[in-house]
């Protein structure tokens, strides 16, 4: 069975994931269906393929793969020409979202298609010198929702920090002023657990701009199941586990330094000479987690906007229009000489 399409059970058109509900609904009879409807219905079709140990097999997806910048986009639905949500250029091939490509967990979404396009079209009003074009309703319209790999990192770090600590004081001596600083050796050692440490699995999307939209609510956290894929794209990862885990160490050292610093408060100032942080027994889970993605293409530069599809939080970058800023300078400056050229007079013409 190639691709696995989720139908009404009353009319059996097919059914999407209604954010707002948290449940699938069909379009054309309103009917709505929990994830453990769908299951069942699932389990007493015929078509799914069955190992011999009886554990079900997961469905394959459609996979669209960008000739332009090979990022791999994964959705429902027969192959066919799409564009793609960064460079916007089309191509397809097939592939499966099974085996190491299985997720453990899934955040749904939270933030509607429309509440997205209004965020966006709140942050971009308030760069005044984005390029014109990036404000159209057509340029919005482009905003999609998509499920991002991530690698959810357990982990221990342990370690310690030395370096200086200073307190000083000063005070008038006559006609002079006396300080004395006394200078402290502070040596902090400690070691604390880290539970789901996020790391981007896709080298389409910029590190930053995903460490931007952070952090996600774990409480929504769900065991994978394919169901929450309908309706929406869904990229596979293209960085591995170990790959990953050289990222997220650096961060994990950092939060334990971080600690360790803040536990020097009854300094006046601390400079660290030294650290030596370890990290271990780490474990990683596969995530699909919730965005909505807009890549702008201005001047032959990719310009990424990022909506945390669970939070609403927002990331962007956007371009610096010169020729807006030239004309507005210009004609600010045209307005202000006139204004001081007539002594303010020419205010009286209008």
């Known amino acids: 069975m190639s691709v696995k399409v989720y139908n009404c059970k009353k009319c059996a058109a097919p059914i999407a994931f209604d954010i707002k509900e948290q449940k699938w609904k069909c379009e054309y009879c309103s009917s709505e269906f929990a994830k453990e409807e769908i299951e069942e219905k699932e389990a007493s079709e015929s078509g799914m393929e069955v190992d011999e140990d009886l554990s079900i097999k997961m469905p394959e997806l459609d996979e669209y ?8 986009i994964l959705t429902e639905g027969n192959a066919a020409a799409t564009f793609c949500i960064y460079c916007r250029n089309p191509s397809v091939i097939k592939s499966r979202f099974s085996g190491e490509f299985h997720p453990r967990y899934v955040i749904p979404f939270k933030v509607t298609q429309k509440d997205a396009k209004d965020t966006y079209f709140k942050w971009i009003k308030k760069r005044f010198f984005a390029p ?3 404000k159209t309703a057509r340029e919005v319209d482009n905003i999609r929702g998509l499920y991002a790999p991530y690698w959810l990192f357990d982990c221990r770090a342990s370690g310690f920090i030395q370096g200086e600590g200073r307190n000083s004081k ?5 006609d002079y002023r006396v300080t004395e600083t006394q200078h402290y050796f502070i040596r902090r050692v400690g070691s604390s657990s880290y539970e789901k440490i996020p790391v981007d699995g896709s080298k ?16 929504g956290l769900k065991d ?23 990222v997220m160490q650096p961060r994990a050292q950092q939060f334990l330094r971080t600690t360790l610093e803040g536990s020097g408060q009854r300094y006046q100032s601390v400079t660290i000479s030294s650290s030596n942080i370890s990290v271990n027994s780490i474990k990683a889970a596969y995530a699909m987690l919730p965005i909505y993605v807009l890549t702008n293409v201005y001047k032959g530069k990719k310009h990424t906007f990022i909506i945390n599809g669970q939070t609403g939080k927002t990331y962007g970058e956007t371009p610096f ?30």
């Open 65 to 72: 793969n960008c000739n332009a910048c090979g990022a791999k």
């Open 132 to 134: 014109n074009e990036f």
């Open 170 to 174: 000063s005070w008038r001596s006559g």
């Open 204 to 219: 389409s999307l910029p590190d930053e701009l995903m460490v931007g939209i952070e952090p996600f609510d774990y409480l």
């Open 224 to 246: 994978f199941a394919l169901e929450y894929m309908s309706g929406y794209l869904a990229e596979k990862y293209d960085v591995d586990e170990t790959r990953a885990s050289r």
């Open 321 to 350: 229009d010169w020729q807006k800023f030239i004309v507005f300078t210009l004609g600010l400056f045209l307005t202000t000489f006139l204004v001081t050229a007539t002594g303010g007079a020419i205010l009286g013409i209008y």
